[in-house]
């Protein structure tokens, strides 16, 4: 690949440097870090430098190989981590100070001031609430925050209080909870300094968001591709990204295994060949042959385009440690929405469950093979409501949960494909 111009080369590191924070962030997937980068790059352009020119076009053609090694290089390093990292140990520890009445927030918006004016307003709204349990104040770490964790630098972790004689308690309580959960913590309780916590940033990717495409290849097969929209959602850009002619490879890689549920996809090969296909949890129903893995898709589809035929025999599966999912996280800057329900695996799932901002409002469905159902929502407090309805009875029967009994209940309906609720104890019922 040619080299870029000096000019755009300081934009395309700009840009590449903002990659490496996404990926080892463990948010978004290939299609949305790629975009980001994309976006990175031309804002960093000078005045009077043409985003349509040649010299940026190549640069931005740059991203989606370095995109992809990045990807590719994190999703074999994470194969060698060990069973709880200290990100998810973060997140954890976030998650405790929500629950105890400290605001917490991780990469919480672009710097020091807009995230404090935002959880300022966050902080005197709980604290109006008369439903819901005053907040002592917050903690929070931003994006800038972020990028020099990401380079090897100790994440900074800022806090404030409701009142100023406050703030030193808040920082000490923050500093309790991340060392509660195996982090160490620099800090010699000066309030007006942040928390200093040296650990390695990556966290986890899991199912699309651990997909990469790949390198292309000479002659490789291609097929054009239609999904359908099952409304009333957009349908999301990781899937419109595949849409028309693309490779055999992108698209069993990339789309055909996190299909959400309802959606068809409809391919068509150069030889004038038509089939469609639609998920069923870790399975691919296909109209004209037999089922395919999920997971195993891209050797068959790449026979079938170029004349082969399809195996003989169907792919089975026992649908243990999937779910479907579908979630809303209400907070700025949250995890914002899976509109249409996507296969998460069991370890994908209880992590979404300490993801999710604990803000009124925010809701995972999670729904087994055998159409068993938990749902969980934030309510004021916060407080963690989690129930399983029967649509034939027109009721759902639940109860408040602890993060890590939540945690228990999606594993065991992933695992055994059971509602576990009752095994908590009492459950309210509720009428629709």
């Not at 195996?311 to 579908?326: I, K, W």
């Not at 309510?379 to 963690?384: A, H, K, N, R």
């Not at 009721?395 to 209940?409: N, Y």
Request: proline share 6%.
């Amino acid at each position: 690949m040619s080299e870029v111009c000096e000019s755009i080369r300081h934009p395309l590191t700009t840009a590449k440097e903002a990659v490496t924070v996404r990926v080892a962030s463990g948010r978004g997937g290939f299609a949305e870090i790629l975009r980001h980068a994309r976006q990175d790059l031309v804002d960093a352009l000078e005045k009077d430098q043409d985003p349509d020119s040649p010299e940026v076009r190549e640069a931005l053609s740059q991203l989606h190989d370095h995109v992809d090694r990045v990807m590719a290089d994190h999703v074999n390093r994470q194969r060698r981590w060990p069973s709880r990292t200290d990100g998810e140990r973060l997140t954890r520890a976030f998650r405790a100070l929500d629950e105890s009445g400290v605001i917490a927030r991780e990469d919480f918006t672009c710097c020091d001031g807009c995230a404090r004016g935002a959880l300022n307003g966050e902080l005197a709204a709980r604290n109006s609430d008369p439903g819901g349990q005053a907040a002592r104040g917050y903690a929070f770490y931003h994006a800038q925050d972020s990028a020099h964790a990401a380079a090897g630098s100790p994440l900074t972790i800022r806090f404030e209080a409701t009142h100023p004689l406050r703030r030193a308690a808040v920082g000490e309580e923050t500093a309790e909870a991340l060392r509660a959960h195996g982090l160490t913590v620099d800090w010699d309780g000066d309030p007006d300094r942040g928390l200093r916590v040296p650990m390695d940033w990556s966290r986890r990717r899991f199912g699309r968001q651990a997909a990469f495409p790949g390198p292309a290849s000479d002659g490789e097969p291609m097929v054009r591709v239609s999904f359908n929209d099952p409304g009333p959602y957009g349908v999301p850009e990781w899937i419109t990204r595949y849409e028309g002619r693309v490779s055999v490879r992108e698209l069993s890689r990339m789309v055909l295994p996190w299909l959400p549920r309802l959606f068809t996809a409809t391919l068509s090969s150069d030889r004038g060949q038509s089939i469609t296909l639609e998920r069923d949890f870790d399975l691919l129903r296909v109209d004209h042959g037999p089922a395919l893995s999920r997971e195993r898709v891209e050797e068959p589809l790449s026979r079938w385009a170029v004349g082969a035929v399809w195996p003989r025999e169907e792919a089975r599966s026992s649908h243990t440690g999937l779910l479907e999912v579908n979630y809303a996280d209400t907070a700025e800057e949250g995890m914002g929405f899976m509109d249409y329900a996507e296969p998460l695996e069991t370890a994908a799932a209880r992590q979404l469950v300490y993801q999710l901002t604990p803000a009124k409002g925010t809701f995972a469905v999670f729904t087994a093979a055998n159409g068993e159902v938990v749902q969980m929502m934030w309510e004021s407090g916060p407080l963690l409501w989690m129930e399983s309805p029967s649509p034939a009875e027109g009721v759902s029967r639940g109860r408040h949960v602890t993060l890590p009994e939540a945690e228990e209940m999606v594993r065991v309906l992933a695992e055994e494909g059971r509602v576990a609720l009752a095994d908590l104890g009492e459950l309210r019922t509720t009428s629709w």
